[in-house]
């Protein structure tokens, strides 16, 4: 469920027009509703009574300083993959200690920055990556929290560039070496064993192998709990969200209305299945999600430019691009596509949906059939708050989209729209290219 809804023929972020928004501060720009967060937040721990749960809010999805301190304001910890989030948590007000640090290569100054403001735990991927950390800790007369990720072989259905549980992704130690990598860990004087985690993919949308996850290693996590006493099991993040249906998602009618066998998941079925699995070990509980906390409670709002009209395919040619939303043109993605300003009587139209940078790539949606826009007309890509700006570049020296964060009938602009100076600051042409010195001779006029 979500707050982005038609109030007569205008669509709303909770009670914000849309065309408001864009209005203010220009096209494309994300805009975000923290009642949408507040409610997946909830959710999520409401959903799991009775257990020890910390949210470790995973930043990458969607790091605006402005939604951090809303996360942190409802108690969420963090999952940070870089010393860069490492500082946008500290930016924002959040608690560091109630987070923890991801990440297959993390350099040795990210290690410190990590220890130096008191991180939770370090998720450590590798061996050698032990030894760094019980290095680093060393050399600073601390010793280092730490957590071994662990690699349940486990099929998480999903796209094959964000499952990350199998035996062939890059991520974790096998179960069947993760008793030696912990022996190993419990050897090196300046490591703390704190806890296990595993996180098998991302956009799961059921519930079956997350249960087989927790079901594979939790008698390891009762051996470690034994042989070590750690004090918690992170089960990772990876709950997915309505992409195809998204606007109508935002009803409970929408989810009452389907049937049960097609039901996506839900943080209630997510806690039925997990809570009693999870309960019996005694431990605290981290969760990692971000698409979750995040996806459906961001749109990106983009004008039309041009409707052109082929031969047999229609273009909608709109002021956003891959730059600003690459997700379509990296994972085919779907996200639904809907009008600002809805109105029925116009007739239908099939158009690919593209952004204006010079290559195919930069499509958003082939065919799609959508009401029929004209120039200057807004659009909304809904399901655009994870994975979004965060995930934007530079391409075709556009700058970084905007942000604003709705809250109830209050909105404000919590990233401005990245200027052309901005973007060129840190460029210089060097003194050697310089006309004179160069040996380049001018054209001749
Ligand atoms: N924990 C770990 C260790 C992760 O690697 C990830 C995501 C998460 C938690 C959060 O997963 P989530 O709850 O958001 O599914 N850019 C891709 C998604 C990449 C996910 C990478 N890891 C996309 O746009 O679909």
């Not at 062939?168 to 022996?183: H, Q, R, S, T, V």
């Not at 799609?368 to 809904?382: K, N, T, Y």
Request: aromatic share 8%; with cysteine.
């Amino acid at each position: 469920m979500h707050h982005f809804h038609y109030t007569g023929q205008d669509l709303h972020c909770e009670s914000v027009d849309l065309a408001a928004v864009a209005k203010l501060y220009g096209t494309p720009t994300y805009v975000y509703s923290a009642a949408t967060m507040t409610d997946n937040f909830s959710r999520l721990q409401r959903n799991l009574p009775g257990l020890d749960v910390q949210i470790c809010y995973a930043m990458k999805a969607c790091s605006n300083l402005a939604v951090l301190r809303h996360f942190s304001n409802l108690g969420a910890g963090f999952d940070l993959v870089s010393g860069g989030e490492l500082r946008r948590v500290l930016a924002a007000g959040g608690n560091v200690r109630a987070s923890v640090f991801a990440g297959v290569g993390k350099t040795e100054a990210e290690i410190r920055l990590g220890l130096e403001n008191g991180i939770y735990a370090f998720h450590v991927e590798s061996e050698p990556e032990l030894a760094r950390i019980n290095h680093v800790a060393g050399q600073m007369g601390v010793r280092a929290p730490i957590a071994i990720r662990i690699n349940p072989d486990v099929d998480a259905h999903t796209h094959a560039k964000i499952t990350t549980g199998k035996s062939d992704n890059k991520f974790g130690i096998p179960l069947k070496n993760a008793m030696a990598a912990y022996e190993a860990a419990s050897k090196l004087k300046n490591l703390r064993i704190r806890g296990v985690q595993m996180h098998i993919g991302s956009q799961l949308t059921e519930v079956g192998p997350f249960v087989e996850a927790v079901k594979k290693v939790s008698p390891f996590v009762t051996e470690l709990k034994a042989a070590y006493g750690i004090e918690y099991f992170s089960i990772g993040g990876g709950m997915g969200i309505v992409y195809r249906d998204a606007l109508a998602s935002g009803q409970a009618a929408w989810w009452d209305a389907q049937p049960a066998d097609k039901r996506p998941l839900t943080p209630e079925v997510y806690g039925a299945a997990l809570a009693p699995l999870l309960a019996p070990l005694g431990v605290k509980i981290l969760l990692e999600h971000g698409r979750f906390m995040v996806g459906n409670a961001g749109v990106l709002l983009a004008r039309v430019e041009h409707l052109k009209r082929g031969a047999g395919k229609n273009f909608l040619i709109v002021d956003a691009a891959m730059n600003d939303l690459v997700r379509p043109a990296m994972y085919d993605s779907y996200h639904e596509i809907v009008p600002v300003h809805r109105d029925s009587s116009r007739r239908a139209l099939v158009a690919d949906v593209v952004g204006p940078i010079c290559e195919s790539g930069d499509c958003f949606a082939k065919d799609r059939p959508l009401q029929d826009v004209g120039e200057g007309e807004l659009v909304a890509f809904m399901s655009a708050g994870a994975y979004g700006h965060v995930m934007a570049s530079r391409y075709n020296t556009r700058g970084m989209p905007a942000e604003v964060l709705v809250n109830g009938s209050a909105f404000e602009l919590v990233n401005a729209r990245e200027t052309f100076e901005q973007m060129i600051a840190g460029e210089k042409i060097p003194a050697f290219l310089s006309i004179a010195d160069s040996g380049v001779r001018k054209p001749d006029r």
